[in-house]
Every structure is written in structure tokens, then in C-alpha cells.
């Protein structure tokens, strides 16, 4: 089977070399459509070996990916971002499930770089190359519904996904955002979407997102709030099974252990909806309320990986509500799902702390440390417990460290325990 990687770009020399090097012996063509670069990007595609196409940009996404589906020649289409790449580990397994004759897609994990929240994402970007597969919305292309429509008539197609991160994204860090003016580009892109396709639950539950991470709570939480009473009344409507009761909706293929079957894509955007309403409402101080949303998306049967923002923040409201052994418990699930969820670790830590379970707090804070040596606050509350418990000499050690680190982003921070420890005559 060969495997094409289709690609739409404009100015983008700064983070298409990575993206390319990634993909490098894993594809067997490159397709790169260039929507108006005025500086190198249309060299650089080509210096890869790249066919580079051109097209005027017209202010919808869907119609440049679609047109440059037209140009690729390949069974199968990877479909990446300039601000994405491919991990090392996913090579192998990419080559492997293309060769299996059931799948129309497989969904690939995507981790979101310096997230600290939600770090994971199931995207659409590995496919056949059907006739009828096509992307729609001109905000955020998505191949779905093309998807959805064929897997109506032509049955026998399965959809799966690769549990294994396959994707590294760079572009949803909060410097890359404010420099290119993704929120409010994206705000207008859906508000006009949703102007002409009212029933949409996918752009209630991102436009409601965008508004709450605007600072529109209100209007977030109205566009949220419809969107899962339309999912869920259409569940009604059709008569499904109750949300419980559906653990299967993602299988393992017996065929290939790689890839997992997903029989069902209403949950995803419930456990969305649901997911952001409980930021919206800890945003208004309205906790008892937030924690039964975070609750309600958890129990949702979705990939485990994406739920660790849930998690997370579950465990952060119920703490703060004084429920400490909840709090402990909702990390624990999440370092059980990812054991490399550094935030997980010192969250856990930190409530470990507040149960006087000193010896646990060592433990997750010297792990969030091990995953991340520059984490100045985990070194600075180890140095705490670490004095809690008699042990000066580490507590010292720890303690210099994380003045150290702070030194570099946040100086009076590094002064401010400097100071702490003069006064108690520990230096």
C-alpha cells in the first residue's frame, strides 16, 4: 500500500523542516498545497522530495484540503499540520495498519505540546483514498461526515484508532496563538458556520469552548448547554442504549492488536461538551455544579488517554472543596491512565501533602521531577515536605534547586524563599 502525505501550507519555513524530517522514509509521497507563501515554504516542500501545488486562498480550510486531495495518488492519506510531526515510534505501526483491508479510517492520538490540561486529541487524519472521502466546515476541515455517509452505505468499513500517540502539536501553545490571532480568526470562522448549520453539536461544543477561553463565559456556557441537550435528545430520539451501558463502543481488532475499533462518536463530543462546561462554571466559582460536570464526562466510554484533562481537573475542584481523598483518588486514576502526566504527579503530591501523607508526596513530587527537572514549584513543595518530615539536608538540596530555577522566570519568587529560609535559619 502506499501512503501519501497531503498538506496545506502558507509561510510556514520556520516549522515545515520538522514536519517533513519527520515523515521522512515512513511516506511515499508528499503533497504539499501552497495557499500563498511569500517567503520559502514552497522551496523547502520541494528540497523534501514534496509535489508542491498552488492555491489561492479563499478563507475556507475545507476547500484547500480538498483540493489538495485532488493531486494525491497514494491507497492512503496522512493528512498533517506545519506545526505537526509524527512521532519516531508511530512509523512502523502506520506501514502495518494500512495493509489491513477493513479500515476506512484510523484516527491517530494527538498530543497537544506544553498542554497542561488536556494534552491529548483523537484527530481524523489517517484515511483511504475513497472518492467520497472529502472535508467539510471551512473552519476546522474534518473528513467525519464524509466518513459517517459512506460508512451508511457501504456497511462492511470499520473505523478505528491507534492508542499510541502518533502526532506532535506545537500550534495550540498560548505564544503561537496570541502572535497569529487564532481565537478570534477561529470565533469568526465558526459563527458564521453555525449561522447556516444550527443543529451542529461538533461547532456548539468548540465555539462554546473558544468563547469560555475568550473570557465569554456566559455566552460559552449557552452555546455548551445546547449542544449536549441536542446530543443527548437525539440519542433519545433514536432510541440508543443508554450511556452506560455502551463500554464497547471502542474494541480491540482481533485481526491487529494495534488498532482499536470505535463502534460509536457521540461520546467524544459529549465528553467535550460536558468536559468544557465544567471549566466554565469553575471560571464562575460555581464548583459543586463544575464537578458534576467533569463526574459526567469521566464516565463517558471514550479513550482513556483524552480524559486525563477531566480527571484532572475533577481532582482540583474536589480538593479545593475539601474532599482530599477524592482529589487523591481522581489523580491516581489519571497517572493510572498516563503514567508520564507530569501535572498529575504534582497535583497528587500536592494533596498528599495536604492529607499529611508525606512519604506518597516524596514520591509523586520526585516523579513530576524525574519527568520534568525544570519543574521549580514540585522541587520547591518537595524541599517543604522534605522539612515536614526532619530530613534538612535534602530539604536544603531541594530548596536550592528550585530557587535556582526561579531565578531564570520568576525572581522574586527565588527571592521570596531565599528570604524563607534565611529567616528560619536554614542557610
Not at 30 to 59: M, R
Not at 246 to 258: F, G, T, Y
Not at 343 to 358: D, E, R
Request: with cysteine.
Amino acid at each position: 500500500m502506499k501512503l501519501s502525505l497531503c498538506m496545506i501550507v502558507k509561510n510556514e519555513e520556520a516549522s515545515l523542516p520538522k514536519c517533513l524530517e519527520s515523515v521522512q522514509n515512513v511516506v511515499d509521497e508528499i503533497v504539499v498545497l501552497d495557499t500563498g507563501s511569500n517567503d520559502t515554504t514552497p522551496e523547502i516542500a520541494q528540497h523534501f522530495g514534496a509535489k508542491v501545488h498552488y492555491f489561492q486562498w479563499c478563507n475556507d480550510f475545507s476547500a484547500a484540503r480538498n483540493e489538495a486531495l485532488k493531486y494525491v495518488t497514494g491507497d492512503w492519506i496522512l493528512v498533517l499540520d506545519a506545526d505537526e510531526s509524527l512521532t519516531p515510534e508511530i512509523a512502523s505501526q502506520l506501514r502495518e495498519v494500512i495493509n489491513i483491508d477493513d479500515y476506512l479510517l484510523i484516527n491517530l492520538v494527538r498530543q497537544e505540546i506544553g498542554a497542561t490540561q488536556s494534552p491529548y486529541s483523537l484527530v481524523s487524519r489517517l484515511f483511504r483514498n475513497h472518492p467520497d472521502i472529502s472535508f467539510n466546515n471551512s473552519y476546522h476541515a474534518l473528513v467525519d461526515d464524509s466518513i459517517a455517509a459512506i460508512l451508511t452505505r457501504e456497511a462492511d468499513w470499520q473505523v478505528g484508532y491507534l492508542p499510541k500517540v502518533a502526532i506532535l502539536h506545537s500550534g495550540y501553545q498560548k505564544a503561537v496563538i496570541n502572535q497569529q490571532n487564532k481565537y478570534a480568526k477561529a470565533a469568526d470562522a465558526m459563527e458564521k458556520f453555525l449561522a447556516v448549520n444550527p443543529d451542529d453539536a461538533y461547532v456548539y461544543s468548540k465555539l462554546g469552548a473558544l468563547y469560555v477561553q475568550m473570557g465569554q463565559i456566559n455566552q460559552g456556557i449557552e452555546l455548551l448547554t445546547k449542544g449536549l441537550n441536542q446530543t443527548l435528545g437525539k440519542r433519545e430520539k433514536t432510541k440508543k442504549e443508554p450511556l452506560a451501558s455502551l463500554n464497547n463502543s471502542r474494541s480491540i481488532n482481533a485481526k491487529n492488536p494495534l488498532v482499536q475499533d470505535i463502534k460509536s462518536t457521540n461520546f467524544d463530543i459529549l465528553y467535550e461538551l460536558n468536559y468544557h462546561l465544567g471549566i466554565a462554571h469553575t471560571q464562575l466559582k460555581n464548583l459543586s455544579l463544575a464537578i458534576s460536570y467533569y463526574q459526567a464526562a469521566v464516565k463517558l466510554p471514550i479513550y482513556p488517554l483524552l480524559k486525563l484533562g477531566g480527571y484532572n481537573n475533577l481532582g482540583n475542584l474536589l480538593k479545593a472543596m475539601g474532599d482530599l481523598q477524592g482529589a487523591k483518588n481522581a489523580y491516581e486514576t489519571a497517572l493510572k491512565i498516563d503514567d508520564n502526566f507530569v501535572t498529575g504527579y504534582y497535583n497528587l503530591g500536592m494533596v498528599c501533602k495536604a492529607m499529611g501523607l508525606f512519604v506518597e508526596a516524596i514520591d509523586a513530587y520526585s516523579h513530576a521531577i524525574f519527568l520534568n527537572p525544570d519543574y521549580a514549584e514540585a522541587y520547591q513543595n518537595l524541599g517543604v515536605v522534605f522539612l515536614k518530615v526532619g530530613d534538612v539536608d535534602n530539604s536544603l538540596a531541594a530548596f536550592e534547586c528550585a530557587i535556582a530555577l526561579h531565578e531564570k522566570d520568576n525572581s522574586p519568587e527565588a527571592q521570596r524563599l531565599l528570604q524563607g529560609l534565611q529567616e528560619m535559619r536554614l542557610i
